[in-house]
Each structure stands twice: as structure tokens, then as C-alpha cells.
């Protein structure tokens, strides 16, 4: 039996807060320029900071017309040797958002090539999601719970089975959590076969903390080598992370027996395994699983009894990226 993890050697990395799914216009009108955006985190302890417009709110020939993105490289310059201001989008697909990580909206826009050389049209175009790989881009399918139920819509699209990630978690939509937690589509994905990452997003548009949808609804904690883009997007792609409601937690350690986790602060621990089974829970904030062999893989879910917003439908959670065993 052997067990592979993004978890293996965490000892020499720093684990930083990371929020990557964010907006700066809310009904047209614009709320907070991108370096604002990054001072606002910074002051929360969340110091990557990704801002990803709507794509119809971005014009290529960047004409500001009313309700469209007016941002130029300027607003995106900062001061802060602390943070890192990673440019997106969030692609408008025919069913789906689909954020796209790394790149700048104005680079790809007018001829995203895929890897046979032909132009990628439109979001959702058979290999538009190989185009901005190819281009060095993350991508992750966003608030997705709508497909809790009928994975097929993702497991079927030659596009979407090629994201990196699944918003699991998606903070604005707290409030029901069936809109909010898309935990059973990633299952039904992971065993099907399919690798997907999960993250947690806040989904924030106006920077408002008296809000549901406030900025701190929702993170990923990355551990990193160092403190740049392009260190963040490797651990994107790895899965050297964990996303989180507002739950941290202070170990991870995974050998070829046993997945351990401790969460100070958690009151239950849940080993989830195949078609979303639980294959252990225990009380507190250490626990430890034994594999079996029998598992395809293996994930966690640590949870405490509190809300990360008065109105939220979903307790604070952290959830660790699944292992896989054979």
C-alpha cells in the first residue's frame, strides 16, 4: 500500500492566508481598487489576495463605459512587501464561474490558444480551460453546489474536468448551506477518479464587515516556501493547502500508515472517505487514521460549534485536501 499527499514535507514552509475569489464592483458601481482590496485582507491577516472580476464586467479595448471594471496597472501597484496581488478572472461559462488564476483578463481575452494551436473563443469552448493552462494559469470551478446532486455536469465536461479545484466552500452564500457547501460534488468527483482541490472562498464584493458575504467569510491557508505569485499558483496546483470557514489548523502529518490532524480549536474530526462515507470521527482536537488499503482516498473535516457569521447555516469548518491511497 502506498499513500500519496500534498502533505509530505509542510516542516520548512510558512502557512499564509490566502483569499481567492473576490470582486470589486457590486451593481455597477465600483467598491475598492485592487491594491485597497489587498490593504483591507492584510489588516484581516490574509496577505494573497486575488481579485477576479466578472469577465463581462472587463472590456478588452479597456473602454470605461458605466458598470464596467475602470482599474489599469496603477491600481494594481502596492507597497506592501507582506501581500501578494494576484490578477483573475472569473470566466463566464454557460452554466458555470470559473475563476482563472494568474493571468490578467486583457492577455487572453482576444486569442487563448489551446495546446493544438487553435483559437479558444469564448468561456466554456472545448479547450479553453487547456488555453489558460498553457498559459500558466489556476483554475477553479466556483460555488458549484448547484451540481451537489448531478455530478455527471461536471464529470462529463471536458472543460471542468480539467480545473484544478472545486469551491467547496463559497462564504457569501453562508446563509443556506446547501447553496454554500458543494462537499458532496467534490466526493462524487474524487471517487470517480477525478483530482480536484477544494477551496473556501469568500466570494466578497463590497468590503463591508457588517455583511454576511463580508471578507473573512472564508480562506485557504497555503504553505510556501516564500511569499510570492508564483509560489502561491504552485501550491494552488498541488494542493499544499487546506480551505477553511474560520476554523485553523496547527498539524498535518501523513505517512503511508496513518493521516493525523490537530486543530486546537476543533470539537469533532471526520476521516471521509469513497462516495463521501465517513470512516471515522472523534471528539476533540487531535485525531488520527489508521488506512485500511481498502480506501481510494482520504480527506478531513475538522469543525467547531460556532458560525463564522450570526446568519451563517454552515459551522466553521477547515477541510483538508484528500490523500489517495493504492
Not at 494576484?86 to 482576444?110: C, K, T
Not at 468590503?207 to 480562506?219: S, V
Request: glycine share 8%; net charge negative; hydrophobic share 35%.
Amino acid at each position: 500500500m502506498s499513500v500519496e499527499s500534498s502533505y509530505r514535507d509542510l516542516e520548512q514552509t510558512t502557512a499564509y492566508r490566502a483569499s481567492l475569489h473576490n470582486h470589486t464592483f457590486k451593481d455597477g458601481a465600483p467598491t475598492a481598487r485592487p491594491s485597497v482590496a489587498l490593504g483591507v485582507y492584510r489588516q484581516c491577516g490574509i496577505p494573497v489576495v486575488a481579485i477576479t472580476e466578472h469577465d463581462r464586467r472587463i472590456h478588452t479595448d479597456r473602454d470605461i463605459t458605466a458598470g464596467n471594471v475602470p482599474w489599469t496597472d496603477e491600481h494594481w501597484t502596492h507597497d506592501y512587501e507582506d501581500g501578494v496581488l494576484l490578477r483573475g478572472f472569473e470566466a463566464s461559462f454557460p452554466d458555470d464561474h470559473v475563476n482563472v488564476l494568474g493571468v490578467d483578463y486583457f492577455d487572453v481575452a482576444e486569442d487563448p490558444c489551446s495546446r493544438t494551436g487553435t483559437i479558444v473563443g469564448e468561456p466554456g469552448d472545448p479547450g479553453y480551460v487547456s488555453g489558460m493552462h498553457d498559459r500558466g494559469a489556476v483554475i477553479i470551478l466556483n460555488h458549484p453546489a448547484a451540481w451537489n446532486d448531478a455530478p455527471d455536469h461536471v464529470l462529463t465536461d471536458d472543460n471542468l474536468r480539467q480545473c484544478d479545484g472545486i469551491e467547496i466552500y463559497n462564504g457569501s452564500r453562508c446563509s443556506d448551506a446547501d447553496r454554500a457547501v458543494a462537499t458532496p460534488l467534490w466526493d462524487a468527483c474524487l471517487t470517480r477518479g477525478e483530482r480536484f482541490w477544494g477551496l473556501a472562498n469568500s466570494d466578497n464584493h463590497r468590503y463591508d464587515f457588517t455583511e454576511t458575504a463580508r471578507p473573512t467569510n472564508g480562506w485557504n491557508v497555503l504553505f510556501l516556501d516564500e511569499l510570492t505569485p508564483r509560489a502561491v499558483l504552485d501550491a494552488l496546483r498541488s494542493g499544499t493547502f487546506y480551505a477553511s470557514s474560520g476554523l485553523e489548523v496547527d498539524e498535518i502529518s501523513v505517512d503511508d500508515k496513518a493521516y493525523t490532524v490537530t486543530a486546537a480549536a476543533a470539537e469533532t474530526i471526520r476521516f471521509i472517505g469513497d462516495d463521501g462515507a465517513i470512516l471515522a470521527t472523534a471528539a476533540g482536537g487531535t485525531a488520527s487514521y489508521a488506512f485500511s488499503g481498502e480506501e481510494s482516498y482520504v480527506r478531513v473535516e475538522c469543525e467547531a460549534d460556532s458560525r463564522p457569521h450570526p446568519a451563517s447555516d454552515v459551522p466553521v469548518r477547515a477541510w483538508l485536501q484528500p490523500v489517495f491511497v493504492s
